[in-house]
């Protein structure tokens, strides 16, 4: 790891768990939250978000198959119309391309979500992508919240 962001910047780091802490009291079911997170995090690339994200499904209770798919959501037919709506949103929304989140997916969002939820989902999602950047930036280590370690770096 680069550096520990908490350690040289607290207020900022804090202000970002602080966002965790409020979108925890949200009306959008925590698995959603969960689901979005784990793939906007394996779209962006960050390792660190990817482990914690995924074991905070299992502990959860997430099913295998659904875990393992969340990239393929698309194709699995094991997620709701609500999720699959949020996990849309959350791939559009984390690309940003020019036209920014299409019509059609933030149509989809809302017949699923109202103004609430869907603001809470579009500040999950903001917020996941800011962590994404933070920790692929400074290389934070997989496993390192929960003290895990691998045959490479044992």
Not at 75 to 94: G, H, K, N, V, Y
Request: glycine share 6%.
């Amino acid at each position: 790891m680069r550096l520990r962001v908490p350690d040289v910047q607290p207020g900022a780091y804090q202000a970002m768990l602080g966002l965790e802490k409020y979108l925890a009291t949200c009306p959008v079911p925590k698995r959603t939250l969960e689901l979005l997170k784990l793939r906007a995090s394996q779209m962006n690339g960050c390792a660190f978000c990817v482990d914690m994200h995924a074991h905070d499904l299992m502990a959860d209770g997430e099913t295998d198959e659904r875990l393992h798919t969340v990239a393929t959501w698309r194709d699995a037919p094991w997620f709701t119309q609500s999720e699959r709506a949020a996990l849309a949103l959350t791939e559009e929304a984390t690309r940003l391309d020019p036209g920014g989140v299409s019509d059609e997916t933030w149509a989809e969002a809302e017949k699923h979500y109202g103004p609430t939820e869907l603001g809470a989902l579009v500040t999950a999602i903001a917020t996941i992508n800011a962590w994404n950047v933070i920790n692929v930036t400074v290389r934070t280590t997989p496993g390192l919240l929960r003290g895990a370690t691998s045959a490479a770096t044992a």
